[in-house]
């Protein structure tokens, strides 16, 4: 079983923390909003000291959140944690106004402290501040309550509050990235379904490895899985719950089926279904397993996505002699194809702010990562290399996350670029991975 408890669950202790004596009005003056990256951009300097163990013990913890915390806040690429050997103040008590001058002094504009206690019942209580340097004044305050184990997952929350104050936008720290671990030489490569942390913690595997699975897929409003599964006989379209560990099959269908996505509001699954020499696009309600079609033409329709709002679909065709993006009504009708730059274009998905389409495009003999309006304007290359492909959004519609191929005998590895082509990193992942998809922010 793979169940974790909710954000309710875990933090059922959650209180505000107001401003501390001798501290500014919390919310006296809005802090300056951090813009999306455009041209020159300097990160936000920031000061994350290790958390006060407020007992015995609890100093490894302490030390373990803040450095989840600065983690995620530099791989943003919005900030820039500050060495923790430049710190002239020692953090003793996080209940005083810190010294704001020593802070000052090496750079930080903003500054967390936090303290880690061990409760009477054994549970964790986790407590930070939020300061803005230069106005003197807590900008958020708030303490959580929840069991050891998921120490990280309140750095991880922390984090998107701290995001969440200083940008004006939502954080996805706490939120998992489900993928095809790949292991073994590339004749006899095993490909298991996984699942981790954002930042690569906590890999779990949820598949033995017999048979191939491809294209998995997070629910946008459940923590469930859809994927397909190369055993014996047909191709099978499975429902997978995290938290469970149930697995179900959507369906059984002659041929093949290719990429199954859900609906916004996950009781639709959307997916591909090759009969002889075409593939069209299909939708099937799952609480009553009807199927619709939705495309009907001579050429090969697939990799379908969702718009937030569930209005209309993103897909790949062929129709007009090779790879593009088209867009239509959810419930089929006319398409409008989108894009029209040199190569062709491939797995289109949706940004769950719904503001762009990230896509593969090829061409040249690179892969790129790209976006584009989703009228089909505004494109923009955010990477390209020997073979990219499979881009999926994080919560907040802000990093793109894909997988890179090297070429030669290696294998794939997971790699993550904001929507501004900044910031290009790669995920820390056991072996190789390919085929990411993003969950919503968790619950």
């Known amino acids: 079983m793979l169940y974790r408890p909710s954000r309710r669950q875990i933090i059922a202790g959650m209180a505000a923390l107001g401003a501390v004596a001798g501290g500014r009005n919390a919310f006296a003056q809005a802090p300056k909003r951090i813009p999306i990256p455009e041209g020159e951009f300097v990160p936000q300097p920031i000061a994350i000291p290790n958390f006060v163990a407020g007992t015995p013990g609890d100093a490894e913890v302490g030390v373990g959140v803040a450095q989840v915390i600065t983690n995620n806040l530099k791989r943003s690429g ?47 209580k986790a407590e930070f ?7 003197q004044q807590q900008l958020a305050g708030q303490q959580f309550q ?32 489900v993928f095809v671990d790949e292991t073994g030489s590339k004749e006899r490569r095993v ?24 294209t998995p897929r997070f629910s946008p409003s459940t923590q469930e899985i859809t994927y397909m599964e190369f055993g014996q006989g047909d191709p099978r ?22 990429s199954p996505r859900f609906s916004p509001d996950g009781q ?42 569930g209005a209309r679909i993103c897909f790949e065709s062929d129709r007009g002699g090779k790879p593009q993006i088209y867009v239509m009504p959810a419930t ?44 089909g304007s505004g494109e923009r290359i955010l990477t390209s290399g020997f073979h990219n492909e499979g881009p999926t959004f994080a919560p907040n519609g802000r990093v793109v996350m894909f ?24 995920v820390p992942t056991p072996g190789f991975a390919s085929d990411p998809a993003w969950s919503p922010l968790l619950s």
């Open 78 to 124: 919005l900030f820039a944690p500050i060495d923790q050997a430049a710190f002239i103040e020692r953090i003793t008590n996080p209940d005083n106004p810190p010294t704001f001058q020593s802070w000052k002094q090496i750079g930080a504009q903003a500054l967390v402290v936090g303290r880690m206690t061990r409760q009477g019942d054994g549970r964790l």
């Open 129 to 135: 501040r939020l300061w803005d340097v230069n106005q």
């Open 146 to 177: 929840t069991s050891p184990e998921y120490w990280r997952r309140i750095a991880h929350i922390i984090s998107d509050q701290i995001y969440e104050r200083l940008t004006s936008e939502k954080g996805y720290f706490d939120s998992r990235v």
């Open 191 to 214: 490909k298991r379904l996984a699942l981790m942390d954002q930042d690569g913690a906590n890999v779990r595997y949820l598949t033995k490895g017999s048979d191939l699975v491809l």
């Open 237 to 258: 379209v499975y429902l997978f719950n995290v938290e469970t560990g149930q697995r179900e099959i959507v369906g059984n269908f002659p041929g093949m089926s290719f």
């Open 268 to 309: 639709r699954i959307i997916m591909s279904l090759q009969q002889g020499g075409n593939s069209n696009l299909f939708v099937m309600d799952l609480r009553s397993k009807s199927t619709t079609r939705l495309t009907d033409t001579p050429a090969i329709d697939t990799s379908p996505s969702y718009s937030p709002d």
């Open 332 to 375: 089929g009708g006319g398409a409008q194809r989108i894009s029209f730059g040199e190569g062709s274009y491939s797995t289109p998905v949706w940004s769950p702010r719904g503001d762009y389409i990230a896509f593969t495009k090829q061409g040249g003999g690179q892969f790129a990562i790209g976006i584009m309006k989703t009228d």
């Open 403 to 426: 997988f890179r191929e090297p070429g030669g005998s290696g294998g794939p590895s997971l790699y993550t670029v904001d929507i501004s082509g900044r910031n290009e990193l790669r």
